[in-house]
């Protein structure tokens, strides 16, 4: 069984770039979420992919926006780099119905920079 | 507020010590609840659930009062392998199952 993983390991990006951060779910999962976690601090939820849908969004503008794929791969985009965007990106992938919890796998995340 | 606070740490104990990390939590619709373990520059890894009854695996126990809001993990005879962060986690149904971490607590484990 493949666990998730994510591309690229590490990322420099300067303010105003767009970038695309991707993640591979484990087999079998259908649900993929992305965390941003800032140096020091906890993940922060940025939003749900459920089955290519979004399902449930965090406190992040909308120049964050993602995508799943059929095969239930996923998709961060962020527009309009700005400095405090630096962190460590983190997907989890989960195998849940609509309203069931599921334990969330974490890949190694993309640690990006913005300059 | 932030939804989920810890302890602002760090713990610095030698081994074989006890340690306990409490953490609350103010969103009283919060239905999972658990502890992550992440060791420096890794991600996240479930640690354990929380359960109302309360539950052990190991030399960890871990509590969970719903009435007051309150999660809390006990590490018992710490080992050198136990230093890491630990992440006080809280699920709701809303936002589609989203994990809300907490900032976390350090802890190190010396010789």
């Known amino acids: 069984e493949t666990g998730v993983t994510q591309s690229p390991t590490h990322l420099i990006k300067t303010r105003g770039q767009q970038v695309t951060l991707r993640c591979s779910s484990q087999?079998?999962?259908?649900?993929v979420s992305w965390y941003q976690q800032a140096l020091g601090q906890g993940p922060q939820f940025i939003f749900q992919?459920?089955?290519?849908?979004?399902?449930g969004r965090g406190n992040f503008p909308p120049r964050f926006s993602g995508l799943q794929f059929p095969n239930y791969s996923s998709e961060l985009n962020v527009n309009a780099l700005e400095l405090d965007d630096s962190a460590l990106y983190l997907c989890?992938?989960?195998?849940?119905?609509?309203?069931?919890?599921?334990?969330?796998?974490f890949g190694p995340g993309t640690r990006l920079t913005v300059l | 507020r932030k939804e989920v606070e810890q302890d602002p740490g760090p713990f610095n104990v030698p081994e074989g010590a006890t340690v306990a990390f409490n953490c609350t939590y103010s969103?009283?619709?919060?239905?999972?609840f658990f502890w992550y373990r992440q060791d420096c520059r890794k991600e996240p890894k479930l640690l354990m659930s929380?359960?109302?009854s309360g539950n052990e695996d190991g030399r960890f126990t871990a509590q969970l009062n719903r009435a007051s809001q309150y999660i809390s993990l006990l590490i018992r005879d710490s080992k050198l392998s136990d230093s890491a962060t630990y992440l006080c986690v809280v699920s709701r149904a809303q936002a589609g199952t989203a994990l809300i971490f907490g900032k976390g607590t350090t802890l190190s484990v010396s010789s």
């Open positions: 989890a992938s989960s195998d849940q119905g609509a309203s069931s919890y599921n334990e969330q796998f």
């Open positions: 087999s079998g999962h259908n649900t």
């Open positions: 992919y459920y089955r290519e849908e979004e399902n």
């Open positions: 929380v359960y109302s």
């Open positions: 969103n009283s619709a919060s239905q999972s």
